[in-house]
Structure formats: C-alpha cells, structure tokens
C-alpha cells in the first residue's frame, strides 16, 4: 500500500512528474489494485464512520448505509470506468492504448476520488471548496495524456472521456446506492 499512497501522493503534488515516475517505473497494475486501491477503497468507508463523532444527527445506521454505498459505489467504478476507458481511448489515443497503462490511469485516479471523498469525511463542516476537489482529479487525468499518448486534436475529447470515467461513475453510483439503500 505504501508504493501505491506514494505515487497516488505525487500525483497530487506534481501530476506530470507523477506520470512520468509511473511510466519509468513500470508500476504492476495487479499489485497497485490489490495492494493500493481495493484496501483505500476499504478505508474511504471507514472513514464514513467519521460522522458518529462530529455530526450530531448521524446515527449508527445512517452511517453504516452511507459506508455500504460509498464502498460499493467505488468497487463497481474501478469496473465501470474501466469498461469506459477501454471503449473510448482507442479513439483519441495514437494506436492502440496499453493495457498497462490504461489500467494503471484507472487505478490512479479512482484513487484520487477516494482520497478526495476521505477529506470530504474528515472534515466536520461542508466546505464547499471540497465539492471542487474533483476538478483537481481531473486535471491528473488529464496530466496522463502525454503517458496516454493522446493525439493533441483529441484532448478535449479526452478530458470529456475523464469526466465521465473518472469523475461522474462513482459519483452517479454513490448517489443511486444511496436513493436505495436510504
């Protein structure tokens, strides 16, 4: 977990160094999702719990639902937002994408969505500032298009690509699991 907290890490400090670390170090997409994103996906739902302890109107059910649909809401976006990386990036990258990589650009910034929703449990008031977190995840996304190879005419179709993988999967499926489960 620790190699992949570092380069989740870099990513956030430098997204283009990051890619490029990533791309040097040839970073094993199995290990970075069984030793990286499935247990942070695990501790994004601990975290929910958060709530018990500076909300007064979180209950121990609430919360425990609101964990259930964040942990499955991120579990099902690793799937789906790959399916949609590998339908799509074939039609703005040079040639066809790595698998690697591709797996690898899922993982990352899946991840980044993770990390953002754990600040978003840490922090007692509603910031609105963290609402906009997600724009930062995508401009990672869109840092790895260089390590992507995307064609510079297809960028924004890239970015589009990004928002909808990324950005929109998880949030979409936290919201129906939470209409379901609430």
Known sequence: ???????LFQLILSPSRGWEDLS?????????LRRGLYPLTGITALSEFLQ?????????????????????AFF??????????????????????????TATLNIMCIGQMEI????????PTGLTLVHFLPIYALLIFYKASRYMAVRPDSEMNYLVIGL???VAIPK???WL????LG
């Open 177 to 180: 699991l939470s209409l379901i």
């Open 164 to 166: 909808l993988s990324v």
């Open 52 to 72: 018990l302890f500076y909300s007064r109107y979180a209950g121990f059910g609430s919360v425990l639902q609101a964990a259930i649909a964040i942990f499955c």
């Open 1 to 7: 977990m620790s190699a992949y907290l570092k380069y």
């Open 24 to 32: 040097h170090d040839g970073a094993d997409p199995d290990e970075l």
């Open 76 to 101: 099902a976006a690793i799937f789906l937002s790959r399916l949609l990386l590998d339908a799509l990036l074939p039609k703005v990258t040079e040639g066809a994408p790595s698998d690697r990589r």
């Open 172 to 174: 979409v499926l936290y």
């Open 116 to 123: 953002i929703a754990i600040i978003s449990n840490c922090i």
